[in-house]
């Protein structure tokens, strides 16, 4: 299921306010991201049918590196692999990422960390705490 929570008007706010030009590629990319309801690699985000402009692969790696900078997209998987890319939510979504074929997938769980996120914030003093779960193991596909 696509982004409910998140919209292409108030993202592209959100960049413009991050210093980041409203491009066409801009928009595509971000549109693209919008639409899917798995995290994406940059080839795919490059070859998606609703890329609406024609973008070259070193025009998404730019684009979606300088929205990984802002914290508008986070970065998933194995840095040895094709990294995976998704728009950042308000709730925070935790993944299931294979470790032979680099497959990620969004685990449909309440996340067990979330009381200890609040906990930390509280006893550190940090402000905008975050945190990313990634459970690595071996898909159904590899398993044969």
Do not use: W
Not at 14 to 34: D, F, M
Request: charged content about 25%; glycine content about 4%.
């Amino acid at each position: 299921m696509p982004h409910s929570s998140l919209n292409l008007e108030s993202l592209l706010e959100e960049c413009a306010k991050s210093g980041l030009r409203r491009t066409s590629a801009l928009r595509a990319c971000l549109k693209v991201l919008l639409s899917s309801d798995q995290p994406l690699t940059l080839q795919e985000i490059g070859a998606s049918p609703d890329l609406e402009v024609e973008c070259d692969p070193a025009t998404v790696y730019r684009l979606v590196t300088r929205l990984e900078e802002r914290r508008i997209v986070r970065r998933i998987g194995f840095h040895s692999r094709a990294a995976h890319y998704c728009l950042r939510e308000s709730a925070h979504q935790d993944y299931l990422i294979c470790r032979e074929c680099g497959a990620v997938e969004v685990l449909d769980i309440a996340c067990p960390v979330e009381h200890l996120e609040k906990q930390i914030a509280s006893e550190s003093g940090f402000r905008d705490l975050d945190h990313e779960l990634e459970f690595y193991g071996q898909c159904l596909t590899c398993q044969g």
